[in-house]
C-alpha cells in the first residue's frame, strides 16, 4: 500500500510521518505536488532511522492517483447518509476488509484543509478517525499512525490466497449497473447520479473476489 500525502506543506511533518511509516512496516511514501523540501534536514532529522522511505519517496501530479486500483481518502469532516463521498469507515472497520492487495493508496490531505471535494471524488471511499467533538482534527502524523497502527495489527490477513476482482472486472460491473440505470426512469438527473455514486462506493467497499464479480456480471446479463 501506498501512503499519499496532498501537497504536503511543513518538512518535519513528512519526516515524521516516514518515520511512523517505518514503525509499522510501511515503505512506499507518495508525495503530490508537495510544498515543502521533503529532503531538507528538518525532514530526515525527524525521520530518524526511517531516512530511507524519505529517500526513495515519490514525487507525481493529482493525476497519478487516477492509476490506482483502490483509492482511500481520509477526512475528518463527515458527511451524512445522503453525503455519499464522506460517508466513513473507521480505521478498524477499514483494516477488517482491506485485503493484502497491490496498487492500493491511502490518501492524506494537506495539513491546513484537508482534502478538497473533488478530490474525495476521486476516491473509492473514505475513511476517518474517531476524535473529541471538541477538537475533532489530527495533526497529520498522528493521523497516519493511527491508521497505519489498525493496518499493522490485521496484516495477518487469512484471505491472502484469495484472487480478487482486478480493476477491470470493476469498471466492467460499473459498465453494466450504468446500463441497467439508464433503462431505469428517475424524477432527477441528480438521483441517477447518486444511484452511480453509491454502486461505485459499494463495489470498492466490498472487495469482491474473482467469483463474486463473474457472479455479479452473470446477474447483470440475465437482468439484460
Not at 528538518?42 to 530511507?52: C, D, V, W
Not at 478498524?92 to 490531505?109: C, M
Amino acid at each position: 500500500m501506498d501512503i499519499i500525502l496532498l501537497e504536503p506543506e511543513k518538512a518535519g511533518n513528512v519526516g515524521a510521518i516516514a518515520r511512523v511509516m517505518s514503525n509499522f512496516g510501511f515503505e512506499d511514501l507518495v508525495l503530490v505536488n508537495p510544498q515543502c523540501d521533503y529532503l531538507s534536514e528538518e525532514a530526515q532529522g525527524r525521520a530518524k532511522h526511517a531516512r530511507n522511505v524519505l529517500k526513495k519517496a515519490k514525487v507525481v501530479q493529482i493525476d497519478a492517483l487516477k492509476n490506482y486500483h483502490t483509492l482511500i481518502g481520509t477526512t475528518s469532516r463527515l458527511g451524512t447518509d445522503y453525503n455519499i463521498p464522506r460517508s466513513p469507515l473507521s480505521p478498524s472497520q477499514l483494516a477488517e476488509i482491506l485485503p493484502n492487495k497491490k496498487n492500493v493508496g491511502l490518501l492524506f490531505g494537506r495539513e491546513g484543509i484537508g482534502l478538497k471535494n473533488e478530490e474525495i471524488e476521486m476516491c473509492d471511499f473514505v475513511v476517518t478517525i474517531p476524535t473529541s467533538k471538541k477538537y475533532p482534527t489530527m495533526n497529520l502524523s498522528h493521523s497516519v499512525a493511527v491508521i497505519c497502527y489498525e493496518l499493522f495489527k490485521a496484516q495477518e490477513n487469512i484471505t491472502s490466497h484469495i484472487r480478487f476482482a482486478s480493476d477491470v472486472d470493476k469498471k466492467q460491473i460499473m459498465k453494466m449497473v450504468k446500463e441497467q440505470i439508464s433503462k431505469m426512469k428517475f424524477s432527477t438527473t441528480a438521483k441517477k447520479e447518486t444511484q452511480q455514486k453509491i454502486w461505485k462506493r459499494i463495489i470498492a467497499k466490498s472487495f469482491l473476489t474473482k467469483r463474486e464479480a463473474f457472479a455479479l456480471m452473470g446477474f447483470f446479463r440475465k437482468l439484460e
